[in-house]
T-cell receptor
Framework: DTGVSQDPRHKITKRGQNVTFRCDPI?????LYWYRQTLGQGPEFLTY????????KSRLLSDRFSAERPKGSFSTLEIQRTEQGDSAMYLC?????????????FGPGTRLTVT | QKEVEQNSGPLSVPEGAIASLNCTYS??????FFWYRQYSGKSPELIMS????GDKEDGRFTAQLNKASQYVSLLIRDSQPSDSATYLC???????????FGTGTRLAVRP
């Protein structure tokens, strides 16, 4: 069973540039989540999708952040006009459609460095 | 009060000992609780989930849940140096699907 994949694994960008990350969930998982993790902290929730519908967005997700999952399969997270404070590991997770508790399985993450 | 609290550690135990990791949470309506293991520079890996009061065992790992006390714990028996990692407690919100994580407890197992 192929796990969650994320691309790129590392991204270095200059302040003010736009970046886009991609996440491919585990096959047939209908829920997809984005989290952000900084050093010494646990992951913080950003947003999640059930199929193509974005069901919840964190207040952490400023206007510069947007996420899409147009066909209910892969998802993209875009950050516009990056700031140094955006430097973090961006984690994607997916969970299956069945069951009540929706265990979430994480991908390897995309490490963003804003210089 | 933080929503999910863990002692940041480090918790140091000798090889072969039992490591005990604790977590408290504030959302009384939460029903789903998870333990993730995270090695340095890697992403979190799900190792245990628990939904009912009591104990749940899986190999060397035992998760314990007490909803009345809003307390979750993870016991690791026969600790190995390869268990050295940060252990994250995660709680699913009573409404919606997001996980709220603690800051993690760093475990170091001494050979």
């Amino acid at each position: 069973d192929t796990g969650v994949s994320q691309d790129p694994r590392h991204k270095i960008t200059k302040r003010g540039q736009n970046v886009t990350f991609r996440c491919d969930p585990i096959s047939e998982h209908n829920r997809l989540y984005w989290y952000r993790q900084t050093l010494g902290q646990g992951p913080e929730f950003l947003t999640y999708f059930q199929n193509e519908a974005q069901l919840e967005k964190s207040r952490l997700l400023s206007d510069r952040f947007s996420a899409e999952r147009p066909k209910g399969s892969f998802s993209t997270l875009e950050i516009q006009r990056t700031e140094q404070g955006d430097s973090a590991m961006y984690l994607c997770a997916s969970s299956p459609r069945s069951g009540l508790h929706h265990e979430q399985y994480f991908g390897p993450g995309t490490r963003l460095t804003v210089t | 009060q933080k929503e999910v609290e863990q002692n940041s550690g480090p918790l140091s135990v000798p090889e072969g000992a039992i490591a005990s990791l604790n977590c408290t949470y504030s959302d009384r309506g939460s029903q789903s609780f998870f333990w993730y293991r995270q090695y340095s520079g890697k992403s979190p890996e799900l190792i245990m989930s628990i939904y009912s009061n009591g104990d749940k065992e899986d190999g060397r790992f035992t998760a314990q849940l007490n909803k009345a006390s809003q307390y979750v714990s993870l016991l690791i028996r026969d600790s190995q140096p390869s268990d050295s990692a940060t252990y994250l407690c995660a709680v699913k919100a009573s409404s919606g699907d997001k996980l709220t994580f603690g800051t993690g407890t760093r475990l170091a197992v001494r050979p």
